[in-house]
């Protein structure tokens, strides 16, 4: 049997695969489904330092390719996670990438500093790239300076491993990784969701703007963690409409040391067992005896 687990920032992950951030609630929700330690980690939406209400519905919306989400960041707040939803985590022993965002550098800063390091926070990651607020998020992610500037400053407050999560909506990107790597980054998830609107034509209006994910943004996503992945020397986690194991192959071929699934588990909430273990059969199958062994095999 080959070994499906994967090292990130120095925690040994049982296998590569976990959710995106926002798309399995606070991981309680699918449990009566599948147990979450299924996952190599468990991504938690995005936290902030108070609780956010987020926008008015409606929030999504299903296209003929994939969904358009604009959710604006509700969630608990960073201390309801950890009092209320994490011992939930630790009693299963699951490892936590915890994603977080401010509407200011001080509003990450105060985040970042709020949670205390634990043998099962993998990392932080920093969303710097959610396309449905007017302030924060998206607008530190579209230049270089400002992703410098602000990767530099949480750096400083936290001896956590921290990902940048970034926005593919800039003229070049691989400029932006440098960025994030240069101000202390110790990984990048590519891509977030792009810019999208739906149109109701019996209504004749424009019922949602927000961020497009599924099938039609994989392309665009292996190009950014291809790209990325060779232009700088840290784990690139790839994110952009897995649906399948064949997808996840892809893109660990293409340089990502993980993937995140988001849309496919609202198609399927059991595409993520499901791609965990049509992995474990390709690494039977292909004779290979460690994933590892093919992040970035197309690379030679
Ligand atoms: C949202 O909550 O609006 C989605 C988060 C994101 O796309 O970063």
Partial sequence: MGSLAVDLFGKTLKNPVMN???????GVEIEPLWPVETMGAYVTKGLSAAPHHGNPTPRVWEERSGMINSIGLQNVGVDRFFSHYFPFFVERRCPVIVNFFGFSEEEYLSCAKSIEPHDLIVALEMNLSCPNIKKGGISFGKE????????????????LPLIAKLTPEVKNLVEIARAAYEGGADGLTLINTVPAAAVDVKNRKVPLKGGLSGPLLKPVALRAVHECSQAVPIPVIGVGGIMNTGDALEFLMAGARAVQVGTATFVDPFAMPKIIAGLDCWLDASGCADISAIVGATHG
């Fill in 20 to 26: 995106a951030s926002g798309t399995l609630g606070y």
């Fill in 144 to 159: 270089a300076s400002a992703v410098h500037a602000i990767v530099r400053a949480v750096r400083g407050v936290t001896k």
